[in-house]
T-cell receptor, first 115, second 114 residues
Framework: AQKVTQAQTEISVVEKEDVTLDCVYE???????LFWYKQPPSGELVFLIR??????QNEISGRYSWNFQKSTSSFNFTITASQVVDSAVYFC???FGQGAQKLVFGQGTRLTINP | EAQVTQNPRYLITVTGKKLTVTCSQN?????MSWYRQDPGLGLRQIYY???????DKGDVPEGYKVSRKEKRNFPLILESPSPNQTSLYFC?????????????FGDGTRLSIL
């Protein structure tokens, strides 16, 4: 079955700490795509990053970095020097299937950054 | 401005009264999809559409209908709503059917079925 697991339901840290959000996925497909989305308190969903199954290169964007490891089926997200504005629910998602039409989301991790 | 627009944003209604949530995108995207978000379950895909007149079921299609008569519109229809369909709904679109395209989401519609 195609599945995404975000085992951390809630995380709370103090501002400026580094924090890692875990994402583990399951799929039988050899071609698939992974995404991270942010849902701030205002409720909208904001795209952060995508990765395809053939590209295991890690990525850094400012304070955000992503570690994709096919060997462990993980696509973890790290925020360095966290800020209060990073407080949100973060979703990891897997896109798969013929033509990659189906999308499965993890349960989400609620991240709270305390001042 | 490129956007996905959902209406209404909020709706309280009663069991059995048919309702439609509209979704429109102005980006000429081929792919559109509907999701519901429930606490502890994340987002679950209801239906998706690869192009005009092409729709297919996601993970939780029961109790919902969709149509795609025009490229820009993808309405979600609840023929006989029930309380277990109380949820936050999101419409999304992406440029092509390639999986590498990120989805653009609407702002969400909060439905309460009494």
């Amino acid at each position: 079955a195609q599945k995404v697991t975000q085992a951390q339901t809630e995380i709370s840290v103090v501002e400026k700490e580094d924090v890692t959000l875990d994402c583990v996925y399951e799929t039988r497909d050899t071609t698939y795509y992974l995404f991270w989305y942010k849902q701030p308190p205002s409720g909208e969903l904001v795209f952060l990053i995508r990765r395809n199954s053939f590209d295991e290169q890690n990525e850094i964007s400012g304070r955000y970095s992503w570690n994709f490891q096919k060997s462990t089926s993980s696509f973890n997200f790290t925020i360095t020097a966290s800020q209060v504005v990073d407080s949100a629910v973060y979703f990891c998602a897997l896109r798969f299937g013929q033509g990659a039409q189906k999308l499965v989301f993890g349960q989400g991790t609620r991240l709270t950054i305390n001042p | 401005e490129a956007q996905v627009t959902q209406n209404p944003r909020y709706l309280i209604t009663v069991t059995g009264k048919k309702l439609t949530v509209t979704c429109s995108q102005n980006m000429n995207h081929e792919y559109m999809s509907w999701y519901r978000q429930d606490p502890g379950l994340g987002l679950r895909q209801i239906y998706y559409s690869m192009n005009v007149e092409v729709t297919d079921k996601g993970d939780v299609p029961e109790g919902y209908k969709v149509s795609r008569k025009e490229k820009r519109n993808f309405p979600l229809i609840l023929e006989s709503p029930s309380p277990n369909q109380t949820s936050l709904y999101f419409c999304a679109s992406s440029l092509g059917t390639g999986g590498n395209q990120p989805q653009h989401f609407g702002d969400g519609t909060r439905l309460s079925i009494l």
